[in-house]
T-cell receptor, first 115, second 114 residues
Framework: NAGVMQNPRHLVRRRGQEARLRCSPM?????VYWYRQLPEEGLKFMVY????????ESGMPKERFSAEFPKEGPSILRIQQVVRGDSAAYFC?????????????FGDGTRLSIL | GESVGLHLPTLSVQEGDNSIINCAYS??????FIWYKQESGKGPQFIID?????DKRQGQRVTVLLNKTVKHLSLQIAATQPGDSAVYFC?????????????FGKGTKLSVKP
């Protein structure tokens, strides 16, 4: 049973470029969550998606950030015109269904570095 | 080992001792809580969870205690091993889980001395 798969594991971008982070949830999971983690800090919620729908994007900056979870394929977190402050680890989690009373299972993250 | 709160982010224990990691959660509406373990370079790994209708839950070598009166959560690890060295995060569902996202604490780094 494959867990949550994220790629790339490491991504380096120059300021102004675009970053695309991919997440394939666990088999049978239709709910995906993206979190961001700065060094020595906890994870901060960004966005919650189901297939083809954004359920909650309250933690995602309004500008430059977008997320999707298409009917086919992985969930994508896109950051346009990256800035140094976007450097962080981005984690994806998945769960089988909705409801805030079940564990979310995490991938090993994408570490984004902005030069 | 002595208990620590979020203001003391590092806990050092001797191998074989018991560890207690504490967490003060923020939202009185939270009714579901999880402990995660995060090793360097990896994602959070689920350890144990507890719902608000319980005050104690046991797993293999781990026990979670919930005190809703003071909004306090603790993780007890019995016979701590070097492989337990990691950062431990508590998480709550906030607002009764209506949004689906988890709210994470800042974490406690557990260091196990052989």
């Amino acid at each position: 049973n494959a867990g949550v798969m994220q790629n790339p594991r490491h991504l380096v971008r120059r300021r102004g470029q675009e970053a695309r982070l991919r997440c394939s949830p666990m088999k049978g999971h239709s709910h995906v969550y993206w979190y961001r983690q700065l060094p020595e800090e906890g994870l901060k919620f960004m966005v919650y998606l189901q297939k083809e729908n954004i359920i909650d994007e309250s933690g995602m900056p309004k500008e430059r950030f977008s997320a999707e979870f298409p009917k086919e394929g992985p969930s994508i977190l896109r950051i346009q015109q990256v800035v140094r402050g976007d450097s962080a680890a981005y984690f994806c989690a998945s769960s089988p269904n909705t409801g805030g009373d079940q564990p979310q299972h995490f991938g090993d993250g994408t570490r984004l570095s902005i030069l | 080992g002595e208990s620590v709160g979020l203001h003391l982010p590092t806990l050092s224990v001797q191998e074989g001792d018991n560890s207690i990691i504490n967490c003060a959660y923020s939202n009185s509406a939270s009714d579901y809580f999880i402990w995660y373990k995060q090793e360097s370079g990896k994602g959070p790994q689920f350890i144990i969870d507890i719902r608000s209708n319980m005050d104690k839950r046991q797993g293999q070598r781990v026990t979670v205690l919930l005190n809703k009166t003071v909004k306090h959560l603790s993780l007890q690890i019995a016979a701590t091993q070097p492989g337990d060295s990691a950062v431990y995060f508590c998480a709550e569902n906030g607002d009764g889980g209506s949004q689906g996202n988890l709210i994470f604490g800042k974490g406690t780094k557990l260091s196990v001395k052989p």
